[in-house]
């Protein structure tokens, strides 16, 4: 079992627990209209493209509205079993959707209290460490001062060069990606000027 197969998995078993109108940490996404969005993604390759060209947007988002008033237990189902063998991310399962998995499936924990972190093995660690660097360089990508990623082991990763101020983003490589990709409720430290800490802090980092 892969980790973006674990993920998926996981993300439907918490998706089917709080219920189709739970909160999301995707702005107004209930976890329906996350679901819609997963199966779109994987199973419309005529309506992806919208998510990376803005003159396709619309209609992707309307094929995803579409998609969502399926049946609950239908939207699950689809989710659960993943891009179908004639869906060009099938082949790549592992190379892009072990961050998309992940990052969702915090995104149905995180947004109701009382969520913590989850304990992940050494290996998944060092997986989103790699993710982390790779997602920071884009994330941070508008910051007015350098940042440094920092794991509990000491390794350290410039995700962006702007002058010799620097803030230090410190923590375990999963909220570390979780920042970088956008999320704030996220067990992270920042060491820096309070100034450089807040602009670093609030940036926009949409991915």
Not at 32 to 38: P, S
Not at 181 to 200: K, L, M, Y
């Amino acid at each position: 079992m892969t980790f973006a197969r674990d993920e998926r998995l996981a993300l439907v078993d918490d998706m089917a627990e709080f219920g189709s109108d739970a909160p999301t940490l995707c702005g107004e996404w209930t976890n329906r209209d996350l679901a819609a969005h997963l199966i779109v993604r994987e199973r419309r390759p005529d309506a992806a493209p919208g998510l990376f060209i803005g003159g396709l947007a619309g209609y992707l988002e309307r094929v995803r509205k579409q998609t969502a008033t399926r049946p609950w237990s239908r939207l699950l189902d689809e989710v659960r079993s993943g891009p179908p063998m004639w869906s060009p991310i099938y082949w790549v399962d592992s190379q892009v959707n072990t961050g998309e998995m992940f990052v969702h499936h915090e995104d149905v924990r995180r947004a109701h209290d009382g969520w913590t972190p989850r304990v992940l093995t050494g290996e998944r660690q060092d997986t989103l460490w790699g993710l982390a660097r790779k997602v920071g360089r884009l994330g941070y990508r508008r910051s007015p001062v350098s940042v440094v990623l920092e794991r509990p082991s000491g390794e350290q990763a410039i995700v962006r060069k702007a002058g010799e101020r620097r803030v230090i983003l410190r923590g375990e490589p999963a909220e570390l990606a979780l920042h970088a990709f956008g999320r704030d409720q996220v067990q992270v430290e920042a060491e820096g000027s309070a100034t450089d800490v807040e602009a670093v802090m609030s940036l926009d980092r949409g991915i």
